[in-house]
């Protein structure tokens, strides 16, 4: 098993940052795809951004230029920098890892963006 645990949620007024961290831990053979999901109210769970292990990243058009996906494989973690914040960015944050074509969710993070 593989245990997710996301960190660095709360609130901010529009325009602010935030950082959340993901730790892994666990029955980690190789960790291939880390990456940040979030889910708004009445939304389905949507991608946010991904890293692979190789360094390419991936995101959603509606972050490009303001959120920053990074990880260090090493401490197996994933970070997701967001800048420029806005209220429509108002969601719960989940972190994903792909190991051995499975995928594992953490619980987590509010973050909510206020006018």
């Known amino acids: 098993q593989v245990q997710l645990v996301e960190s660095g949620g709360g609130l901010v007024q529009a325009g602010g940052s935030l950082r959340l961290s993901c730790a892994a831990s666990?029955?980690?053979?190789?960790?291939?795809?880390m990456g940040w999901y979030r889910q708004a109210p009445g939304n389905q769970r949507a991608l946010v951004a991904t890293?692979?292990?190789?360094?390419?990243?991936n995101y959603a058009d509606s972050v490009k230029g303001r959120f920053t996906i990074s990880r260090d494989n090493r401490k197996n973690m994933v970070y997701l920098e967001m800048n420029s914040l806005k209220p429509e960015d108002t969601a719960v944050y989940y972190c994903?890892?792909?190991?051995?074509?499975?995928?594992?969710w953490g619980k987590g993070a509010l973050v909510t963006v206020s006018e």
């Open positions: 994903n890892v792909v190991v051995l074509m499975s995928n594992y």
């Open positions: 666990g029955s980690i053979f190789r960790i291939n795809t």
């Open positions: 890293a692979t292990s190789t360094g390419h990243t």
